[in-house]
């Protein structure tokens, strides 16, 4: 059984750095493409980051281009979120998705001014 553990969410203040992680366990993400996600309050989950497992290509959606960096650890089976320049509108519940059809639980991060 496939399970995605996120980890590292918090309550920051603008400016601040977070880093997010997401173990799996269940499976090897070696060949899955995995990306992080976030929902805000009363909008649709969208997909933020994303990094191919077969090439390592990455894709950033555009508000946050510049200040947050995924990356991937395979050996540990991990993907990280490295999030920089926090602003309120980055408040949101992040998920972690591996191979496209697994979810992580969600981690609350909460950015105030």
């Known amino acids: 059984q496939v399970q995605l553990v996120e980890s590292g969410g918090g309550l920051v203040q603008v400016g601040d750095s977070l880093r997010l992680s997401c173990v799996v366990s269940?499976?090897?993400?070696?060949?899955?493409?995995m990306a992080w996600f976030r929902q805000a309050p009363g909008k649709q989950r969208e997909m933020i980051a994303r990094i191919v497992g077969n090439n390592g290509a990455s894709f950033y959606e555009d508000s946050v281009r510049g200040r947050f960096t995924m990356s991937r650890e395979d050996a540990k089976n991990t993907v990280y979120l490295h999030m920089n320049s926090l602003k309120p509108e980055d408040t949101a519940v992040y998920y972690c998705?591996?191979?496209?059809?697994?979810w992580g639980q969600g981690t609350q991060v909460t950015v105030f001014s």
């Open positions: 269940g499976g090897t993400i070696f060949f899955w493409t």
């Open positions: 998705n591996g191979a496209s059809r697994y």
